[in-house]
């Protein structure tokens, strides 16, 4: 499971990187989008099957937290933007844990960690990340990232129906993460989903801005030996100002009203 993990594990922190390409999608995929939607399902429940590394927040008892992020959620696919809206599932879940991140499955099932919605100060940032993490997902990123490494033959002969599959392919992917393109890309249409709201659609800049200013005390160690986040930083605030995106609503006061409710 936790090799699993390492292929859909977020990359926030993973990679520094001004390029300014947004095409969507880059890289061939020999999978389906059914394919993500069955890997996807695969890998949350065995998430939920594991509550001792995974202590899923019952939705019931934190619902306003819940109902909170799914209404962020609601506001970025009705943008239009999202082109999987309707076909992914986009369930919301939390980890009751203090690590500093986010991820994502194919297919649409989203994790944050407690410890990175503290962190956060204010609705437009927490967008942001929300963004982001679709975006891995809606450009089907981790199913592209499998057929660069393994390669179409390799795949194709695992695909129908093998049990094994799963296995064999996790097995050359231990910590791996999502290549800086598609970080850039993840970010970029980050900005593009805020764009049509009234958030600040740079919000996604704030979880680095606020890393840099820890200025190294208490940053992950991970970050603390990659490149400066300053290049994402400025990315996304030159994406929103390329995009002539208007909004700049953070709505900090009840960004952090509901999470004082957070265990
Ligand atoms: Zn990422």
Redesign the pocket.
């Known amino acids: 499971m936790r090799k699993l993990m390492m292929i859909f594990a ?5 990679s520094a990187c001004g390029s300014k390409d947004g095409k969507p999608g880059k890289g061939f995929n020999v999978f389906t989008v059914q394919d993500d939607k069955a890997l996807g399902a695969q890998v949350n429940a065995e998430i939920l099957a594991n509550p001792q590394e995974y202590p899923i927040l019952d939705p019931v008892q934190y619902k306003e937290v819940y109902d909170y992020i799914n209404g962020i959620k609601e506001t970025i696919m009705k943008t239009g933007e999202v082109r999987y809206a309707k076909e992914f599932d986009w369930e919301i879940r939390i980890i009751n844990d203090t690590t500093l991140n986010a ?2 499955t194919p297919g649409g099932y989203i994790y944050f960690y407690t410890g990175i919605l503290k962190f956060l100060d204010s609705e437009d940032e927490l967008a942001g990340v929300l963004g ?2 679709i ?2 997902a809606d450009l089907r ?1 981790s199913t592209r990232q499998i057929t660069q490494m393994f390669g179409v033959s390799v795949i194709a002969n695992y695909l129908l129906g093998n049990r094994e599959f799963a296995n064999q392919i996790t097995q050359g992917l231990i910590g791996l ?2 290549s800086r393109t ?2 850039s890309e ?2 970029y249409n980050s900005v593009k989903y805020l764009c049509k709201t009234p958030y600040n659609a740079a919000g996604g800049a704030g979880f680095f801005e606020k890393i840099s200013a820890l200025g190294g005390v208490g940053m992950p160690e991970f970050l603390s030996t990659h490149p400066s986040p300053d290049n994402r930083i400025e990315a996304f605030h030159n994406h929103k100002s390329t995009m002539g995106c208007q909004g700049n609503e953070d709505f900090r006061t009840r960004y952090k009203a509901v999470m004082s409710k957070l265990p």
């Not at 977020?10 to 993973?14: D, I, Q």
């Open positions: 977020l990359g926030l922190l993973a991820f994502c982001h993490e975006a891995h990123h993460s999502f598609h970080e993840a970010d």
